[in-house]
């Protein structure tokens, strides 16, 4: 979702890797096949499990997969499941409820397809929630949920073209969410003010060891590593090489750097169509639940037209950023949610997710 960085290994050859050789670089096919299984639509005879399956594949930063589920009978509850908080980027758990909220949508559109109407409501309290109670309604298998198992956040270059006002209007009109205010920056000039920040916030973010240490505690560097976790980002999905996790140790001090990371940051936004910004009407959980839902309609709707999207969320989480970003928007009392770049680009890998039985209570 909704915060992840690319680790850049651009330059990293197999010659490089000297008496390593090219034959301990790891194979995709076994990773490839289990992301397949896992990103099917529904069964021919779905049931609660079906929708929680398709629920764990929205949008959720990092992929720490921060939710867990409870089913009973027709109700689906989603929990925060804070042993995968990330404290450092994250330390007002802001991402994890988005990401709570990014899988009710994705049970809400789900149900429809069964032929279930979807009462959602948000639950406060010392660990917000969300109930989910289903009933008999209308079957309806909606180009969002068809969209359901190819959303991704695509981090990698677009092709800088520009989107048609018509789709903007459909990507404006699935926001759409009672509490949030999406604004969309197509200019030249507003991008560039956003990758100013941007730029602030990842360089600040590069120099704080304890981010950077965070974030490769997340990083998967071989397909091995990533089916055995079935979490964090993975290498290839970043459209980066894929090597042995001892390699991916040694070599990430080396090449994960401030003047890189920022070369990179520069060049994606300056390749996308425009920006996104979600930003909660209030600065809580029930909110963020809403902005989650919001955007994950928005990723959706942007992943049926064939629209990539990737999240550039540096200006809202370095704190001393925040308020500069906010009233640059001409929301100085607003907390800004998210901000997401969009374009069109192929897409890349599909990341995994836990099996469901590892995620319901």
């Known amino acids: 979702?909704?915060?992840?960085?690319?680790?850049?290994?651009?330059?990293?050859?197999?010659?490089?890797?000297?008496?390593?050789?090219?034959?301990?670089?790891?194979?995709?096919?076994?990773?490839?096949?289990?992301?397949?299984?896992?990103?099917?639509?529904?069964?021919?005879?779905?049931?609660?499990?079906?929708?929680?399956?398709?629920?764990?594949?929205?949008?959720?930063?990092?992929?720490?997969?921060?939710?867990?589920?409870?089913?009973?009978?027709?109700?689906?509850?989603?929990?925060?499941?804070?042993?995968?908080?990330?404290?450092?980027?994250?330390?007002?758990?802001?991402?994890?409820?988005?990401?709570?909220?990014?899988?009710?949508?994705?049970?809400?559109?789900?149900?429809?397809?069964?032929?279930?109407?979807?009462?959602?409501?948000?639950?406060?309290?010392?660990?917000?929630?969300?109930?989910?109670?289903?009933?008999?309604?209308?079957?309806?298998?909606?180009?969002?949920?068809?969209?359901?198992?190819?959303?991704?956040?695509?981090?990698?270059?677009?092709?800088a073209e520009p989107i048609s006002a018509?789709?903007?209007?459909?990507?404006?009109?699935?926001?759409?969410?009672?509490?949030?205010?999406?604004?969309?920056?197509?200019?030249?000039?507003?991008?560039?003010?956003?990758?100013?920040?941007?730029?602030?916030?990842?360089?600040?973010?590069?120099?704080?060891?304890?981010?950077?240490?965070?974030?490769?505690?997340?990083?998967r560097f071989s397909p091995d590593q990533a089916l055995a976790t079935r979490d964090g980002l993975f290498s290839a999905c970043s459209g980066n090489p894929v090597m042995p996790g001892w390699i991916g140790d040694l070599v990430f001090g080396a090449v994960f750097r401030k003047d890189s990371e920022n070369d990179k940051y520069r060049d994606q936004i300056r390749s996308s169509a425009g920006i996104a910004v979600f930003v909660g009407d209030k600065a809580d959980p029930e909110h963020w639940i809403k902005v989650g839902r919001s955007f994950q309609r928005f990723a959706l709707q942007a992943t049926a037209m064939g629209i990539r999207n990737a999240h550039i969320n540096q200006p809202i989480e370095v704190p001393t950023l925040r308020p500069q970003f906010a009233q640059w928007l001409g929301m100085p009392d607003a907390r800004p949610d998210l901000i997401v770049r969009f374009g069109r680009a192929p897409a890349l890998p599909m990341s995994l997710r836990r099996p469901v039985a590892d995620v319901v209570m």
């Open 1 to 159: 979702m909704v915060s992840r960085r690319t680790l850049i290994m651009s330059g990293l050859s197999v010659a490089a890797l000297g008496t390593a050789g090219y034959g301990l670089w790891p194979r995709l096919g076994a990773y490839t096949d289990q992301a397949m299984r896992q990103r099917q639509l529904l069964s021919a005879d779905p049931g609660m499990m079906d929708v929680v399956r398709l629920a764990t594949l929205a949008a959720n930063g990092h992929n720490t997969q921060p939710w867990r589920f409870g089913v009973d009978g027709e109700t689906l509850r989603i929990f925060p499941d804070m042993s995968r908080r990330t404290a450092v980027v994250d330390p007002d758990d802001h991402h994890l409820y988005v990401s709570l909220g990014c899988a009710a949508e994705n049970a809400v559109l789900s149900a429809a397809a069964q032929g279930r109407g979807a009462d959602l409501t948000i639950q406060s309290g010392p660990e917000t929630s969300v109930t989910i109670g289903l009933r008999p309604g209308p079957e309806r298998a909606s180009t969002l949920y068809r969209a359901i198992p190819q959303r991704q956040s695509t981090r990698s270059i677009y092709d």
């Open 166 to 219: 018509q789709d903007m209007a459909l990507l404006t009109a699935a926001a759409r969410e009672e509490g949030v205010a999406v604004l969309f920056f197509t200019e030249p000039a507003d991008c560039e003010a956003i990758l100013d920040l941007v730029i602030a916030g990842n360089s600040a973010q590069m120099d704080d060891p304890a981010f950077v240490e965070e974030l490769r505690a997340w990083i």
